[in-house]
């Protein structure tokens, strides 16, 4: 049955190959003069930062570079960008980058207009002030972070990694270029390819799913069904690189207005506890994911089925919902997920915090949209199995 909604996403969004040299005439219009260019220093040695300072400069907006970011964002590079942003007089922020920068600007946005620390701001809803205006950069094809709400930042003293969600984290301006992904390595590829396949397939069948998201979903898991391979086996293949950016951004745009369920639940402990990075986390818990949830949603697994290129005519919906799950599991191995026991060897040492992982991953909020419930002994049971 319909029910209300509601559907945010940035005031503009620049998509396809070249687009980046559109910002200038975005930004000019921002009526802003001074960024603070968050990034890493990936970005720097790649040339994307210079490129960036010179769009900016070409429409008499100045820069200046904070490049201290580093694979995942933490509450210590939110600190001190804030410092350079405020020392430095910025008016507005330009994140350049994967989720980290991105996410990065976004908390150094809130912490500008609303004081106090990141901390402050876990959960829902707690940013009472709009931060200034944000550019948002995607140079891999995964968090999907440039057209969302959310920012995912780890908490260093607390090994918790803190989902801070507010309308006003939107980014003013979105830019997803794919021509900025023909760099990413194989490796990275994958686990940015299947962030966004989680947040496609997460979106879809969270108990937050609208008719928007669902065909936005739908849409991005048959382009990464397709696309993310070709994508991992030849980089230069700007074809697949656009197909996947655009499945990024549609991802992003479901799961913003959707939310995600329990993958993301389970996932940012592994990254708090582990320094595993965030897509790697996601994608070694899909498999294990898809088996404990289609049963609860087979319709939506069985339209996963045909989406991502399965024959299901003639079959139930649970017949089909279950070539769904293999198809998820098939992908993962294409592009050779790594198990998490070849991330974290010592077997001992990652059972030790599963209790408080599971309790972390429960209050995170995002476990209670799963279709099927779960409890913090069953989190505890599903990531033994993902080992």
């Known amino acids: 049955m319909m029910r209300p909604t509601e559907f945010r996403m940035p005031q503009v969004l620049l998509q396809g190959p070249g687009c980046l040299a559109n910002i200038g005439k975005e930004v000019k219009r921002l009526g802003k003069k001074k ?12 040339g994307y930062a210079a490129q960036v300072e010179k769009i900016l400069a070409d429409v008499q907006v100045e820069s200046v570079l904070f490049d201290g970011v580093g694979t995942e964002p933490t509450d210590v590079y939110v600190e001190e960008g804030l410092k350079v942003y405020r020392e430095s007089e910025c008016d507005f922020l330009v994140g350049l980058g994967g989720g980290s920068p991105i996410d990065t600007a976004k908390a150094v946005g809130i912490l500008a207009t609303n004081g106090g620390q990141i901390t402050d701001y876990m959960g829902a809803d707690k940013v009472g002030t709009p931060t200034p205006p944000v550019v948002a950069i995607a140079t891999t094809s995964g968090t999907g972070s440039e057209v969302t709400k959310f920012t995912i930042i780890a908490d260093t003293k607390n090994n918790v990694k803190m989902l801070i969600g507010s309308p006003f984290v939107i980014p003013m301006i979105a830019v997803a270029d794919p021509v900025l992904t023909l760099s990413v390595p194989p490796q990275v590829t994958a686990a940015t390819g299947l962030d966004a396949f989680c947040h496609a397939v997460e979106a879809l069948v969270s ?3 609208q008719p928007m998201t669902d065909l936005l979903a739908l849409n991005a898991i048959k382009l990464i069904g397709t696309y993310l391979r070709k994508a991992w086996c030849n980089g230069d293949d700007l074809e697949a690189r656009a197909q996947m950016m655009l499945a990024s951004t549609q991802a992003g745009l479901a799961f913003n207005n959707a939310s995600v369920t329990l993958i993301h639940g389970m996932s940012r402990p592994i990254g708090a506890v582990f320094h595993v990075p965030h897509g790697i986390s996601n994608a070694v818990l899909l498999p294990v994911w898809a088996e404990f949830t289609y049963i609860a949603k ?36 294409d592009v050779e997920v790594p198990p998490i026991r070849t991330l974290v060897p010592d077997r001992e040492a990652f059972e030790k915090p599963l209790e408080k992982m599971a309790h972390d991953a429960v209050v995170s909020g995002s476990p209670g949209n799963n279709p099927r419930f779960v409890t913090e002994a069953q989190i505890v049971e599903l990531y033994k199995k993902a080992y």
């Open 207 to 209: 108990k937050k799913e």
């Open 298 to 333: 087979p319709e939506k697994f069985a339209l996963i089925a045909e989406a991502m290129g399965e024959k299901v005519a003639g079959l139930s919906s649970l017949e089909a919902a279950e070539k769904g799950v293999e198809a998820i599991k098939r992908l993962c191995r």
């Open 35 to 46: 960024a603070l260019l968050v990034t890493d220093k990936i970005m720097v040695k790649a």
